[in-house]
């Protein structure tokens, strides 16, 4: 993975959808900005969260 340079910025976290990935038990809720070749995520987990899979990285 190459992280290439960006501006510094603020972000208004209200405006970037939020999208519901279910787990074994309970939903993450994810908000994504990309910046070049990267991605940002702000994940909130509800009670009783269980991943259905690991991340490779």
Known sequence: MK???FAFQT????LIETTEH???TG???WQT????NIS???VEYSAGYKAD?????
Do not use: P
């Open 27 to 29: 939903i993450a809720y």
């Open 22 to 24: 279910t787990g074994e």
């Open 53 to 57: 899979h690991c991340c490779s990285k």
């Open 11 to 14: 972000n208004d976290w209200s």
């Open 3 to 5: 992280i290439e340079a």
């Open 40 to 42: 940002i995520r702000k």
């Open 33 to 36: 900005l990309f910046a070049n």
